[in-house]
């Protein structure tokens, strides 16, 4: 019962953290402690707004300082962790691995020896209560033909060194149970959308750069698929495993909407000839390109959702075209939080936005 709880979240400052500490903060018993690096990929308007509210921490400090971790722990005595801080970007890992691997590998590790201690020094109620749930990622499955769906005991055929990172951040989680009993759960996402993601990621950089009237790079022929899931259904499905969820399991949560790149880059274009009907001579569509496609690009990815419909009681519920229509209006009514992210701290390299 999440009810009345210290919950101490990593990556709270990220894309999915940020929306699940919003969802957190509106339950009036949970007080949130949020340990965020701030790293180009957090959102600090996101962080200054939950700095005004009283049931709200924030340790700014890397998951890897496992001393720091210690500290966090045994001050604020939480109820549970909630582990979604990493470096998320597949492009970025292509170009450069470090980061992910000490991120999601060793930060993953220091989490999970921290956690361990302190879930030993817990008794009775508290120490039954305790729960470290671990956020990943479908990608760990690797590729699926057009055929199929991921079920949680699909095999792990990690392609990227994005999705590898990922999948042994999944196996030390897993170790950690069966070896120390650590209680621990670990739920594996589809690809998330919504407002608030940073500009990198394929939703908003179609949506900025068709606004700008600039090209729109599609990888390979744009066939390939992705199953998209409003970030508020992948939050609420993690607040869902946080409290039914069975110690040691896994639990895939995915929106079940199928589509290739192509046909969603159409129906963005197709929103914004709505929404900016009248300001090019053309459709949005004209500026589709196609670009080399990304090495190891996975076919496809999709879920089967059902033992977390049956377990928890969860599925999706956000009808995914009023979602994406949600996502386009939100860029376009918040082009000063983009224009800022391009201006002053925006990096990237692959599919640049400068
Ligand atoms: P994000 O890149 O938007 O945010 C990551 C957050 O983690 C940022 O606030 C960043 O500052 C923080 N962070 C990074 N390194 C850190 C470190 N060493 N110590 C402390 N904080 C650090 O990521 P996201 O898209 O919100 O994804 C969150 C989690 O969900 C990740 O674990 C990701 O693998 C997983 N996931 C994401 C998706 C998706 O579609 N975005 C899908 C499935 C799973």
């Known amino acids: ?55 709200y921490g924030f340790a700014r400090g890397d998951i890897c300082d496992r001393p720091l971790v210690e500290r966090l722990l045994a001050e604020f005595r939480p109820q549970g962790l909630i582990h979604l801080a990493a470096e998320s970007h597949v492009d970025r890992s292509i170009d450069d691995a470090a980061g992910f691997l000490q991120t999601n590998i060793m930060g993953t ?4 020896e921290a956690s361990l201690a302190y879930w030993r020094g817990l008794a009775g109620s508290e120490k039954e209560a305790f729960r470290f749930l671990h956020v990943s990622t479908d990608e760990v499955y690797g590729s699926l033909g057009p055929r199929g769906l991921f079920r949680e005991d699909s095999p792990y055929l990690p392609n990227s060194p994005y999705s590898a990172s990922k999948a042994s951040s999944d196996l030390l989680v897993r170790a950690w149970q069966r070896t120390y009993g650590l209680p621990t759960i670990t739920c594996h996402a589809s690809n998330n959308y919504g407002p608030r993601q940073f500009p990198e990621k394929l939703i908003p950089l179609m949506i900025i750069k068709a606004q700008n009237g600039e090209a729109l790079p599609v990888y390979g022929k744009g066939d390939n698929v992705r199953d998209w899931m409003h970030v508020s259904d992948h939050a609420r499905g993690l607040l869902m495993a946080m ?15 199928e589509l290739n790149n192509l046909e969603l880059v159409q129906r963005i274009c197709r929103m914004l000839d709505q929404e900016l009907a009248g300001s090019r001579r053309g459709p949005h569509e004209e500026l589709i390109t196609f670009v080399p496609d990304r090495p190891g690009h996975d076919q496809r990815y999709a879920l089967d959702i059902g033992k977390a419909r049956a377990e928890l009681g969860w599925s999706p519920q956000v009808e995914f075209d009023q ?8 860029y376009l009514d918040n082009r000063a939080w983009w224009e800022r992210i391009q201006k002053e701290r925006y990096d990237g390299v692959r599919l640049g936005l400068a």
């Open 243 to 257: 409290e039914r969820g069975q110690i040691g399991q896994t639990y895939n949560l995915g929106g079940g909407v």
């Open 323 to 330: 979602g994406l229509a949600d996502t386009v209006r939100w």
């Open 109 to 112: 590790h220091a989490l999970l």
């Open 1 to 55: 019962n999440l009810d009345t709880t210290n919950l101490l979240v990593t990556g709270g400052g990220g894309f999915i953290g940020s929306a699940l500490v919003e969802m957190l903060l509106a339950r009036p018993g949970v007080r949130v402690l949020n340990l965020d690096k701030v790293t180009y990929a957090a959102n600090p308007e996101a962080l200054k707004r939950f700095a005004r509210e009283p049931n």
